[in-house]
């Protein structure tokens, strides 16, 4: 079928926005990655630190979660697709109705798609959390493990209703211009998630308290004070009601500021270890990395809200809904879903090279290559990781660097001499 002349300009404009977002996220992520390690990470095979059978175990599981994961993307994409294109009966007279009122229309539509979405993706991830319960990495029971999802769904309508909301009434108000007051939009959403998600939406799924007095926080403020590095708080959580995996994190900004330890870590890592994890938390305060995000976040924005802009209104007029009415909602949420999962494989990239950086951070801060050596070989045991990903899809999924490249990183820190 041939498209016509206003279609095939639309697809083209589409196609050149999108390459220019696609462009500038990977701008964004060479202009805000730190400066690499000096010494590039030593060449190291994954046969001289773990099993066959540990290798194979790990690739098994970690396999089946990457593919779980995209059989999820996959479903939620086909029922968006739907809602949007094939419209059912039933839905199309939900949104005539929704659109009577649009503001209230839209946060009602916003929080129906959101729950959709969520009951969509209950199976696999239910296969997930069984699979991850067979291993042992969760301590979980299905009801606990239902009751989080419960509340991850109501996180998500509540966030869902208020960007529909939003999305609607920017587009009412400002018919072309709207995805560039989106953008602003999600930077705010960004600085504002970042600074109440440790002190509001953390404590709902876990206990938080305060790293008592004693050595381990004594050990972690020196460390703190040597890396000249105001760390805001140090505190545990349960991690261990949930999972076996041992973690560390750092969260919030100014006031809600902090560095968390999992509890299983402080149980179960040697002195060396944890402080070779304080460390690199600290590297991560130390390179302001959750402003590096947001401002990562600023600059992928406009284009990618351009690219939904472009994107969703031409499916929703192509299927016969009207833009800055309710009945666009689902045309516009598959595209953010495709635009968000695109733009993310560039956060990837920026990700891995935070990570890098703040494990170099560790390393010169703690002069213990060792300590990080072992740290890495403890992780991946104990968290079923995959110490060397093969795939292509693989490495652009990644977050962190593998466990043998974070491994080459100290063997060559350690034979330069720091």
Known sequence: MRLSGRSSTRAGRLVAVAIAAAVV????????????????PASV??????????IERARDFRGGQRNLMLIGL???????ALLACGRPRSVRGLLERAGAR????????????????SAIGLPTGLIAHERAV?????????GEWLVDRAKAAGIGVVMA??????LIALQRRLPRLWWLAGSGAVVLYAVVISWLAPVVLAPLFNDFEALPEGATRARVLELADRAGVDVGEVYVVDASRRSTALNA????????????????????????ELESVVAHELGHVAGNDIPRGILFVALAAPLGMLTLAVGGSGMAKRWGAEPGTPAALPAYALMLTVVAFAIGLAGNQLSRAVEASA????????????????????????????????????????THPSTVDRIGAAVAFGDHGG
């Open 102 to 117: 649009p503001l209230l229309g839209a946060a009602a539509t916003g929080a129906g798609i959101s729950l959709l979405l």
């Open 74 to 80: 996959g479903a939620e994409l086909g029922a968006l």
């Open 161 to 166: 209703a208020l960007g529909g909301l939003l």
């Open 249 to 272: 994190y750092v969260g919030g900004l100014g006031s809600s500021k902090r560095v968390v330890l999992y509890d299983n870590l402080l149980d179960r890592a040697e002195r060396a």
């Open 359 to 398: 494990d170099d951070f560790a390393l010169r801060l703690t002069d213990d290559p060792q300590g990080l050596v072992d740290l890495q070989l403890r992780l991946a045991k104990t968290n079923l990781a995959d110490p060397d990903p093969g795939s292509p899809l693989d490495r652009v999924l990644r």
């Open 134 to 142: 067979d291993v042992g990495l969760s301590t979980q029971g299905l």
């Open 45 to 54: 095979e994954e046969s001289a630190y773990f099993g066959d059978e540990q």
């Open 25 to 40: 996220a990977e701008i964004a992520v060479v202009v805000l990655s730190p400066t690499p390690p000096e010494v590039e």
